[in-house]
């Protein structure tokens, strides 16, 4: 059974750090595009940030650009999002996802991805 799980979400003072972590398990996420997005309540869910199969190319959502790292460690099957100077509007619930091994590039859609954690929750006080 193919899993994804996030980990590390919580409270954080605006202009704070937080570091998620997605574990996947069930196979190996080597080699396959991955990506971290976030739904704030009453909204859609919204790309964040994506690293291509290999981890030398990523993406980010304008709103955290020059704020967010996404990053990668194959060897232990685990995809990071390190979030600094945290604002308010950060807060919404985080999850990671993979795309399919056929794609080498990241996605900025949900539907361009298959699999998907139940997500780690950041709260933001400003």
């Known amino acids: 059974q193919v899993q994804l799980v996030e980990s590390g979400g919580g409270l954080v003072q605006a202009g704070g750090s937080l570091r998620l972590s997605c574990a996947g398990s069930g196979r190996t996420f080597s080699g396959y595009p991955m990506g971290w997005f976030r739904q704030a309540p009453g909204k859609g869910r919204e790309f964040v940030a994506g690293?291509?199969?290999?981890?030398?190319?990523?993406d980010y959502a304008d709103s955290v650009k020059g704020r967010f790292t996404i990053s990668r460690d194959d060897a232990k099957n685990m995809i990071y999002l390190h979030m600094n100077r945290l604002k308010a509007e950060d807060t919404a619930v985080y999850c990671c996802?993979?795309?399919?091994?056929?794609?080498?590039?990241?996605?900025?859609?949900?539907?361009?991805?298959?699999?998907w954690g139940q997500g780690t929750r950041v709260t933001v006080s400003s």
């Open positions: 996802a993979s795309r399919p091994l056929r794609y080498k590039s990241t996605g900025y859609r949900p539907e361009q991805y298959e699999y």
């Open positions: 690293i291509s199969w290999s981890g030398s190319h990523t």
